[in-house]
């Protein structure tokens, strides 16, 4: 068999996986831990769907599925309106709970609950607020994200809209990363995203935090 034959019958179907995340919300700009609670996009939050829409909308997706809660499902209508597509919104795709840190701000979280922060910073599985753990967050959204991805056709393309924290422990596990390397993945910018490509190994990182120009990575994830 040639190099090009091998390659050919052993890259899979060739599918693509956008993760996207939502655009700019209040909290985002306060530094103040949102997890699940359910906050809207700004004025510019919409612009910036708006805008990273329409170059997702260049890549043709043949599906698209998103967080439900309102920053990301909002964000995702943005796509939708320009492909046609509808949105499937999952619960599982959601931003990970973490209790009583939720509202809080970055200073706030340091001041209150310095060692559990600390603890988290260097990697130890953290109930952050008493919420959930980041391999909890993994197992409940990687399943969502695969199981719409197991619909596409060869080749094709799914945009999924959802939350920093979410993105980053879901491509790690896609990955197939140790969990206390996710760090190591940076987080994301509002309406930025990464893209994940099918390859003879399994999925692999083809882009990471894209977008038009760099932005600051304003979230939880920070």
Known sequence: MTVQAFLNSSSGRGRRI?????????????????GSTDIEL???GVAQAARAARLL?????DAIVASDLSRAAATA?????????????????RETYAGAW???THEEI????????????????????????????????APVVLRHADKLPDGGTLVVVSHGGTIRTTIGRLLGLDSYLWEGLGGL?????????????????????????????LGDDT
């Open 57 to 61: 909308a260049s890549l043709k997706p």
């Open 189 to 217: 910018s509002n309406c930025c995203w990464s893209v994940l490509g099918e390859g003879a190994r399994g999925w692999r990182l083809l882009e990471h935090n894209a977008g038009t120009l760099p932005e600051p990575v």
């Open 102 to 104: 939720q509202g809080l």
């Open 18 to 34: 956008i993760l996207w995340r939502h655009g700019q919300t209040s909290w985002n700009l306060e530094r103040r831990f949102q």
């Open 77 to 93: 209508g943005e796509l939708a309106a320009l492909t046609g597509l509808e949105v499937a919104h999952e619960e599982g795709l």
């Open 110 to 141: 340091v001041a209150t609950y310095g060692e559990e922060y600390a603890a988290w910073k260097r990697g130890e599985p953290v109930r952050r607020g008493g919420g959930e753990l980041e391999t909890e967050v993994a197992d409940r959204a």
């Open 42 to 44: 700004t004025a510019e």
